[in-house]
């Protein structure tokens, strides 16, 4: 018997940031010191006045008892005042939203909730892995539908439909997008709200990064649509907005049906977060949020170091208007070598972590995705690492061809 025997687990395809991680760390034992902008785990503190709201519920001893799965009713009403604020948009926290820990885990098991082995699920390619695989797990069949620079999504979720035996039951989105950081108008929600009205698909809206904006037009929710409301749910998260990515506190609101579906399977799951956790998320929820703009603030001061010093070493990225990545092409000379390679040789000779676009899918090929996630001064490190390394590019290159005519 071996891992090989599990059903669900012969369905997941190797995880491709590995071998990676697996360099990265042996470096780091080595006593190198890697600039990691691979992972998009915020590096700024969680506020002050959120960890002291947490440290002084803790210190209620009537707090560490079992919690309340769907999220305790502070919290929920606390997020239906966050949607009124930002969207105009009313939420009902008794029906339309559930807390989740943090929004991979509600992204799996509302999965779970609403799939049947050979369901069809359409994901975009490239995605953050648990779009599709959190699908996959739960035994549905994902078809992939190209995205980002040159694809015309709605074009391409056409022909999936179309195309698709049986006819597909969900559709995952996710603007400000990870990996590729695209953002989209409300235009865009409108006419894809319609086109799943008609042809009677979910929609799964993933908004982590919706706070995270560099420019006058936030980034929209897909229930701004009010029809949305008949066919949609959308995922939002403390992460990325509070830096409070090891909280794990997220949330779902939207379609009372898919709501009610996640909750009563996670009622089977867990019994929340910790009470004082999400006291605190509600203490940041309903209080000043200039905390949020100053991460934002920081977040784009260091998108223009990067941007601007890799230009610099030649190499041209387009500069992201949301979330906290750089999603970043080939240098020209590198475009044969692929992601992956690229990925190893900037670890090995720069020093600088990236993440090999090939890991967020097939059509992640061709680039790799740079996280906003150290402080200006090691960004520059970093570019300027790039840039000797850049310099040396065909002997790089040229040591790889050998390296992979000796490897067969």
Request: net charge negative; proline share 7%.
């Amino acid at each position: 018997m071996s891992k090989d025997d599990f059903y669900r687990i012969r369905r997941l395809p190797p995880y491709l940031f590995a071998e990676v991680n697996e360099m990265k760390a042996s470096a780091r034992a080595r006593g190198e010191d890697i600039i990691d902008l691979g992972m998009g785990n915020p590096d700024l503190p969680t506020p002050e006045h959120i960890v002291e709201k947490l440290k002084e519920t803790a210190d209620n001893k009537r707090a560490h008892g079992y919690s309340t799965s769907r999220g305790i009713p502070g919290l929920r009403k606390a997020l239906a005042g966050y949607y009124q604020r930002r969207f105009g948009v009313t939420i009902d926290p008794d029906t339309e939203a559930v807390v989740t820990l943090g929004s991979k885990e509600g992204l799996a098991n509302l999965a779970q909730a609403i799939t049947a082995p050979g369901d069809v699920i359409l994901a975009p390619n490239p995605s953050y892995p648990i779009h599709p695989y959190g699908f996959m797990i739960a035994g549905a069949s994902v078809r992939h539908i190209p995205f980002g620079p040159g694809y015309d999504f709605m074009s391409e979720l056409s022909r999936a439909v179309q195309h698709s035996v049986p006819r597909p039951s969900a559709v995952i989105l996710c603007y400000p997008s990870n990996p590729t950081a695209e953002v989209v108008d409300l235009d865009f929600y409108r006419e894809i709200v319609n086109f799943c009205l008609k042809n009677e698909i979910w929609i799964l809206s993933d908004l982590a990064y919706a706070e995270i904006y560099f420019d006058d037009n936030p980034p929209p929710s897909i229930l701004q649509i009010p029809e949305a409301r008949d066919i949609a749910v959308e995922f939002t998260s403390m992460s990325k907005t509070y830096s409070m990515a090891g909280w794990r506190v997220g949330f779902a609101a939207g379609n009372k049906e898919l709501v009610g579906a996640l909750t009563r399977v996670k009622s089977y799951l867990d019994y929340g977060a910790f009470t004082p956790i999400q006291v605190a998320a509600t203490a940041a929820l309903n209080g000043p949020q200039d905390c949020v703009e100053e991460h934002r603030r920081i977040y784009q001061k260091r998108r223009d170091v990067l941007i601007e010093g890799l230009a610099g070493a030649g190499w041209d990225v387009p500069s992201p208007k949301a979330s906290m990545f750089a999603w970043a092409p080939l240098p020209e000379a590198f475009i044969e070598v692929g992601s992956m390679a690229f990925a190893k040789m900037l670890l090995e000779h720069a020093k600088v972590a990236v993440s090999p676009g090939a890991g967020f899918g097939e059509y992640g090929e061709g680039y790799v995705r740079i996280g906003l996630v150290e402080n200006e001064h090691r960004i520059r490190q970093a570019v300027r690492n790039i840039k000797k390394f850049m310099s040396e590019k065909d002997q790089h290159i040229a040591t790889w061809l050998e390296k992979l005519a000796i490897d067969g």
